[in-house]
């Protein structure tokens, strides 16, 4: 009798904690490959290090993105690069759409495609940009498309939707819901914005007047990878808070970080909910700050 109960009781422990146990599915959509590897490539690191499956996905092709090189060598080089991030961060699929540089528009088309990738996916999280006006336009217009789609999405359970800040929404005021350490991760973030040697090898030093420097020195090239990830990767007056909520006294240790906000659509979480979707946050402070509401 006793040795039933003790069976049936592993089994309601197994059920009751299976959410928490199950890979997560997180996907990031953007607008140009290389910007999930600048913005999320370390909570993409740290969720694929720690088991879960990623996936990223580009609304264009990025065949703009060059002083000479012509759109279809382009688009090929570019490709391959997005395959080689996608092996130095172990992402389950690099997905990249067919639209053109520049020329993203958010269509009925552009949102089903969405919808489709996200469905087939099963994510329970999406990462996409904060949409606004100015800036890149291809950029906002990728946050407008998935936030436009979002409603239309035929899931049994809706994904959690977090807002990511490009270079262009960062300078606005805004409060993030929480901070993810990536100092462990970081090497690894920097070696997958490195893979797009198209723009940090080559387009971004051709803007700068550097371009000869950098080919002929790997420490400039490793510069320049660098100074392109720090400003979306550092503490801030504006993320230190976020930090400090969820690391408390150990935020002080903390040199790379990435803040998010929980979108106002989408699947809300409530309660201790953050440490199934976000479990790289550290759990003993996560405990407190839900206490502590």
Request: net charge neutral; glycine share 6%.
């Amino acid at each position: 009798m006793i040795k039933l109960f003790l069976i049936a009781a592993f089994f309601f422990l197994q059920t009751s904690l299976g959410i928490a146990q199950k890979a997560l599915k997180i996907m990031i959509i953007f607008a140009h490959p290389d910007e999930g590897e600048k913005y999320t490539g370390g909570i993409a690191a740290l969720y694929t290090k720690m088991g879960h499956q990623v996936k990223f996905m580009s609304l264009t092709n990025g065949d703009a993105g060059h002083y000479s090189m012509n759109p279809v060598e382009l688009t090929k080089m570019r490709y391959q690069e997005a395959m080689e991030s996608k092996r130095i961060l172990s992402l389950g699929a690099y997905e990249i759409l067919e639209y053109h540089d520049q020329y993203l528009k958010n269509t009925k088309e552009a949102q089903a495609k969405v919808i489709k990738s996200i469905q087939e996916w099963q994510a329970d999280v999406v990462f996409t940009y904060y949409p606004a006006e100015g800036g890149h336009p291809d950029n906002m217009t990728a946050g407008y498309i998935v936030r436009d789609a979002a409603p239309n999405l035929q899931m049994l359970k809706k994904p959690v939707f977090v807002y990511v800040r490009d270079y262009h929404t960062i300078k606005f005021s805004y409060i993030p819901d929480f901070a993810v350490a990536i100092d462990a991760v970081w090497p690894t973030k920097l070696a997958a914005l490195g893979a797009h040697r198209s723009q940090l090898a080559d387009v971004i030093p051709h803007s700068m007047g550097i371009l000869d420097q950098v080919r002929a020195d790997p420490d400039k090239q490793r510069e320049i990878i660098y100074d392109n990830a720090y400003p979306f990767s550092h503490v801030t007056d504006v993320n230190r808070p976020a930090l400090l909520k969820w690391y408390g006294n150990d935020s002080a240790n903390i040199k790379y970080i990435e803040s998010y906000e929980i979108a106002e659509f989408g699947r809300q979480l409530q309660g201790d909910e953050m440490s199934l979707f976000f479990p790289m946050l550290p759990k003993k402070i996560k405990e407190n700050h839900v206490k502590s509401k």
